[in-house]
């Protein structure tokens, strides 16, 4: 969590940072154990308050915790490498100020500000991969017409899912909806988020019980078709 603290900088757009791969609140606390997405974020708080010239008496721990956990309750979904980039703009004057008080609404109002951008940068980034890979299916010796293609998925006994998507020249195209339990046994299976080995088990045992397979056994089916 060093490489993330306001010691190190942050020098990432909001897509970038969402690009990033970094861990989520969530998954702060499962890898690190509960209660660290809170101590990460006291850090970025405290730097925030020092900056805004709020010294001494003026913020307790008590309000920095509090704050910590509204933004770990409401905003667990944001990776750490994104909280960083808002933090930063934050203390760059981008968002609401203070106003002789350290009122914490001021934060988290701010905060709401910054995942309505975060939305927009999310939808250019994913019209780019969807373009992007619209184009190598194009392009591809072996690309296949959409009526082919679902034959080949009943042929294969699984079901196809779809989600329309707005083509580069106006039209619309098909596309296979994302796998969230592949993304999820993926991430268990290559430890994508650097867990430690006590919390990729219990990743596992969740999966399993979620699920109802094991999400290593998922993997190698699904890797192996």
């Given at each position: 969590?060093?490489?993330?603290?306001?010691?190190?900088?942050?020098?990432k757009t909001i897509a970038e940072a969402y690009e990033s791969g970094a861990p989520t609140l969530t998954y702060l606390d499962i890898c690190y154990g509960e209660?660290?997405?809170?101590?990460?974020l006291v850090m970025w708080i405290s730097s925030v308050f020092a900056s805004c010239g709020f010294m001494g008496g003026q913020v307790t721990d008590l309000m920095k915790v509090g704050?910590?956990?509204?933004?770990r309750q409401e905003f667990y979904f944001l990776n750490i490498n994104e909280l960083a980039v808002f933090f930063t703009?934050?203390?760059?004057?981008?968002?609401?100020?203070?106003?002789?008080?350290?009122?914490?609404?001021?934060i988290t109002n701010s905060l709401c500000s910054f995942v309505k951008s975060r939305k927009l940068a999310v939808e250019e980034v994913e019209?780019?991969?969807?373009?992007?890979k619209r184009n190598k299916e194009l392009h591809s010796e072996n690309a296949v017409t959409f009526d082919e293609w679902v034959r080949m998925m009943k042929a294969n006994g699984e079901e196809v899912h779809l989600e329309v998507a707005r083509a580069k020249d106006g039209g619309f195209s098909y596309r296979p909806k994302r796998d969230e339990k592949l993304v999820v046994a993926e991430m268990i299976v290559r430890n994508t988020s650097g867990c430690g080995k006590q919390a990729l088990n219990q990743l596992r045992e969740l999966f399993l019980k979620k699920y109802g397979e094991d999400p290593y056994d998922y993997y190698e089916r699904k890797k192996n078709k």
């Open positions: 969590m060093r490489n993330f603290s306001p010691s190190r900088g942050i020098r209660g660290s997405a809170v101590m990460w704050v910590a956990n509204a933004i703009q934050f203390i760059a004057g981008k968002y609401e100020v203070f106003y002789g008080n350290p009122n914490p609404q001021v019209k780019a991969r969807a373009t992007e």
